[in-house]
């Protein structure tokens, strides 16, 4: 029975209403016959009774009340259907309405009306620290937005970011669906009128190299190109993953456009945190927007100034540099540059502001300086287990800057893309300690505990593990580099030794997993690129900067031992520290502590501390510096000179 009423009900709309009809007056006529018959002035004849029934029953149904003869009941009937099929179709009209355009607000389909806003398009793994940057640095204003489009849902779009990020107090999170490449759905977040566009790198596909996701990004820009016209809009950043089309994005982004490359970004902190222990912290505090961050500070006043006495005359920020009227940057020059007209002092300040300029000289105290600086400098042995997208450019930024006589020995699963450039010579398992970097190759599966002992990585100074491209497995992107590193740990449990270990995350969340021990870190490479975008779009006349400090034989930070400044287990004050780096030619900015009962917040980084604060100077302590060299350590000059870089292939070990 309920199965053939189904389909009673499923054939047509005209039989849906006919049991409706049924069904209400199934209920109704005998409701209004059982009221009429129970009330006592009701009357007394069959006739009136049936009547009254009538009477009640069309009134309950909208139908008019008339009586007499049939035909006048006919008709009253008739206008009661007719005025309740125009008030029905009414209802619906409206509710239909309403329902479309709830249905398109749901999917993100308006148009933003705001003006300043910063505009993210595209989603991938930089998206929650982009936007999350933005927002820390938009804090100070009332009513900011920040606006996210891409080929999402927007609901879905919007619990992801509740879930990461926190509080955005007046800054408003607005999350708009659509192609990025589409100019219709650009149009939907106002570009013309924003603060700055930034383009996160396409979502890596297993396979593709990265290509589609940069084709992507270029398609993107070109339509944000057509969507602003003539009008020159406001500043662009973009980021693609491979160095071949970085050209093609810089044309299609215009005049004002930025062009970030996150596979080498990423590989070059890699290498910077294999050959500088300890720089991951620094550069988090650097790029984020929660302390202090670089700036560029207009001081007239001090025209015709050597650049070495103004880094005391800065009571509230750090110097580390300055940028030439033509847009050069000169990090941390020679202390007899001269500050010319138009020139912009680099400077490590909370806010663009925040720079007070006073002589400090008073500060120093000549009786707590060093005498001695660094000792001889030893060449490093790397192991690099794992290869990737970005393990070409790690092998190239180790070897344009690590220690001469350095070995590096790249260990690859059977099943992984083995190096292909530079060319192999004959097989060799030793590496013999020359100028320049030696690279020796074997295949071996580092998920194997006898396999990584077989390696014996208790003999290495640093061991790198690099994780699959995010493509070849999206879901689980550092499972197995959590593997390597459980392995690791155990083999350091059972020899007694632990090798420091540099291990590449895609995930943030997972770096509270990793299992390192002393002096090891964790990169996460995404999000550190994802940092460096957002400082980029707020400050892009940075951009030179940024990429003068990570380019390979370039300016660069570094971590240097405080006894090389100041006498250690005795009070100094940073002005101190200072007065020394510059005597080196080197810009102090900071210091990290290891002592984790003093330690400021942030893994021990302190940047920008007050020249006027006096502290004891542990052994221990390190001096964050920017060196005018960024080579290989020690003033040897670049590794890959006339030495270059040698590779060979061994089998398994």
Known sequence: MRYRFDNTLARSTGRLVGWLAVTCLGIVVPASALLVWTDPSSPRSLSGRLTAVWRVSAETLRLGAVTGAPLRMLLSVLLGLMALLYVSTLIGVITTGLTD???????????????????????????????????????????????????RDKTEMEEALAAVLAPTGTTRLICRSGSTADPDALGLVSPGSAHAVLVLPGTEAAGDAGDAGDAETVRTLLALRAVLG?????????????????????????PRGIVLESDRTAAGLIAHSALHPGLTPVLRELLDFAGDEFYLAAAPELVGRRFGDVLLDCATAAVAGLVR????????????TVVAPGDRLVVVAPDEDSARWEDGRDLVEPSALAGHGAGPVEPSRFLLLGWNRRAPHLVDQLRRCARPGSVLHVVTDPTEQTPATPPLPEPRREASLVDGLTVTCATADPTDPSSLRGLDPGSYDRVIVLGPDTGDDADRPDHRTLVVLLILRSLAQETGHTVPVIAELADERNRALAPLGPGSEAVVGGQLTGLLMAQVSQNGHLAGVFEELFAAGGSALRLRPAPHYVLPDRPASFATVVAAARDRSECAIGYRCHDTAAAPAGHGVRLNPAKAGRRVWSRTDEIVVVVRDGAAEGGAGEAGGAGGSQVARVDAS
């Open 230 to 254: 003539e009008h020159a809009g406001p500043p662009v950043v973009a980021c693609v993953r491979d160095e071949r089309y970085r050209t093609a994005a810089r044309l299609a982004a215009g």
């Open 325 to 336: 009227a033509d847009g050069t940057p000169l990090l941390s020059p020679p202390p007899e």
């Open 101 to 151: 355009r709830l249905t398109e607000l749901r999917r993100g389909r308006s148009t933003v009306v705001e003006t300043g806003h910063s505009v993210v398009l595209g989603w991938s793994e930089q998206v929650f620290t982009v936007v999350g940057e933005l927002v820390a640095a938009r804090a100070d204003q009332r009513w900011s937005a920040v606006v996210v489009l891409a080929d």
